[in-house]
């Protein structure tokens, strides 16, 4: 099962550490979807390309697109600037869903009152970011991660740092949020 936890304020060092608060405080998936409108999905690990839960879905949501994604130093051109981009505070226009296939590492997103939840991402792990919410990622210390994005229609790759308050799928997200 996935982990998720709520990271230390302040933190310094090496982003692909844990970053526990002391005592670690651990965050379940109700209270990850109350606090985020992350969404959370367990595949099967060995096959998860045929599996029902991903074929579900993707029909549900129209995903029509898709492609791999392998975050590594040896596989991924200009690693060292593509890594700290995606550790910068951003969000998007449409809803970040990945599907760990190798490897490990961290999606961090804000919550409702602003706190960094950091959650632990290996394969089978299918996670769905809502449009609108900040958020990063990082890999862990393994240094690899192997990925399948999905979209709906034509990818659409652009971050948008913070602040983008004022973004209209920023809003939306912030009415949904404040209404569950």
Request: proline fraction near 4%; glycine fraction near 4%; hydrophobic fraction near 35%.
């Amino acid at each position: 099962m996935v982990q998720a936890w709520f990271m230390m304020e302040g933190w310094s060092g090496d982003q692909r550490e844990e970053h526990h608060k002391q005592p670690p405080e651990y965050v379940d998936l109700d209270t990850l979807y109350k606090l985020s409108l992350v969404e959370y999905f367990k595949v099967n690990e060995l096959d998860p390309l045929n599996d029902k839960i991903l074929t579900s879905i993707k029909n549900e949501r129209g995903y029509t697109y898709e492609d791999e994604i392998t975050v590594c130093k040896e596989r991924l051109l200009n690693y060292e600037s593509k890594l700290k981009s995606f550790f910068e505070e951003h969000l998007h226009t449409d809803e970040e869903i990945r599907l760990v296939l190798e490897g490990s590492g961290y999606f961090d997103v804000r919550d409702i009152n602003d706190k960094w939840i950091r959650i632990k991402v290996v394969p089978g792990d299918l996670l769905i970011i809502p449009k609108g919410i900040y958020h990063r990622f990082t890999l862990d210390t393994n240094n690899f991660i192997r990925a399948k994005r999905f979209f709906v229609g034509e990818p659409i790759w652009t971050p948008y740092n913070r602040p983008a308050d004022n973004m209209d799928c920023r809003k939306e997200y912030l009415s949904l949020i404040t209404s569950c």
